[in-house]
């Protein structure tokens, strides 16, 4: 029988928002297993999440940069919100977009060995003497890019807090021979859906195979029982209502002049204006620190608690 510490007990609440005894229940009956937990947490109906995500927890600024049909966003984390409103570490964050952008580069090593623009260091370089000047730690954590032969690249910065720069950042690559005047309001807007309703994956092709057989399973379990050409039909109508959750193509639209359509039949419906097909390439979400906890005293103690009970 494996030990159920408050980290594991904490950890599990973060991910699924279930009650700490709940946790702490679902820990024991899966011997400890985190993902196993999840899923026992979601078959009793425990779980609110659908899918995990990580807990919003570190600071600094996202950046989202656009030239051309190519576009980047970067990550560059600080120790305090303060930071992110400092011009020097904003014009930090900027310039190194800037040069992941014109190098073409989004490995976090290599960019840092870049030349850093207007000094004679690298990008390491400039970020350890921000680092000295401001007085807290920082990291270049993560750059992605897309990019596309024909087309346009649709860029988003919710609430920004400088050009560019803010806390949800988003890019969005739209594959198209047709009218700029069309494809690229349209690739904004579907870069502002992406920062509101966080999709997973492009479409149901693009979600990793382990997590439909997770939720094939889970839809099975609190079915058990049903007869199987009944059970199957379940199943495949909540995999359907699962991709219109999580999947861009399937969600319905956040924009009003869309109709209430899917992301796809708008992008559909555009194609007569644009006059060419709109293929969705591909989209990138930064949210600042998605994935990076901090420690939570008051609530670590709770945990603590509870696990000794």
């Known amino acids: 029988m494996a030990t159920i510490s408050a980290a594991m007990v904490k950890d599990l609440r973060e991910k699924t928002g279930a009650g700490m005894m709940d946790c702490k229940t679902a820990l ?14 979601r078959k009793k109906g425990l779980s609110k999440a659908a899918k995990k995500s990580g807990r919003v927890a570190a600071e600094g600024l996202v950046a989202a940069m656009v030239r051309d049909t190519t576009g980047v966003v970067v990550e560059v984390n600080s120790e305090t919100d303060f930071v992110a409103r400092n011009e020097e570490f904003q014009a930090l964050t900027r310039s190194i977009a800037g040069v992941a952008l014109e190098k073409g580069i989004v490995d976090v090593e290599k960019l ?23 007085g807290e730690n920082m990291t270049l954590r993560r750059a992605d890019m897309l990019k596309v032969s024909d087309g346009v690249i649709g860029q988003y910065v919710h609430s920004p807090i400088a050009d560019g720069l803010g806390k949800i950042a988003v890019i969005v690559a739209l594959e198209s021979k047709g ?8 690739a904004r807007q579907l870069a502002m859906h992406v920062a509101a309703a966080a999709p997973i994956a492009l479409d149901g092709a ?5 997590t439909i057989a997770r939720e094939k399973a889970v839809l099975a379990d609190k079915n058990a029982g049903k007869p199987a050409h009944v059970l199957e039909k379940i199943v495949e109508s909540g995999l359907k209502t699962y991709f219109k959750e999580v999947t861009l193509v399937d969600q319905v639209s956040i924009h009003a002049d869309h109709g209430g359509k899917s992301v796809a039949q708008a992008v559909k419906e555009h194609e007569g204006k644009a006059g060419a097909p709109i293929v969705i390439k591909g989209f990138v979400r930064y949210a600042l620190g998605e994935g990076i906890e901090k420690p939570v005293d008051d609530f670590a103690s709770e945990v603590a608690a509870a696990v000794k009970g």
């Open 206 to 210: 693009s979600i990793d195979p382990a």
């Open 28 to 41: 024991g009956e899966t011997n400890g297993d985190i993902e196993a937990a999840i899923d026992w947490l």
């Open 179 to 186: 009218d700029k005047a069309v494809l690229a309001p349209l």
């Open 112 to 134: 840092k060995g870049e030349h850093y623009p207007g000094a004679a260091g690298t990008v390491a370089d400039a970020i350890s003497n921000a680092i000295a000047t401001i």
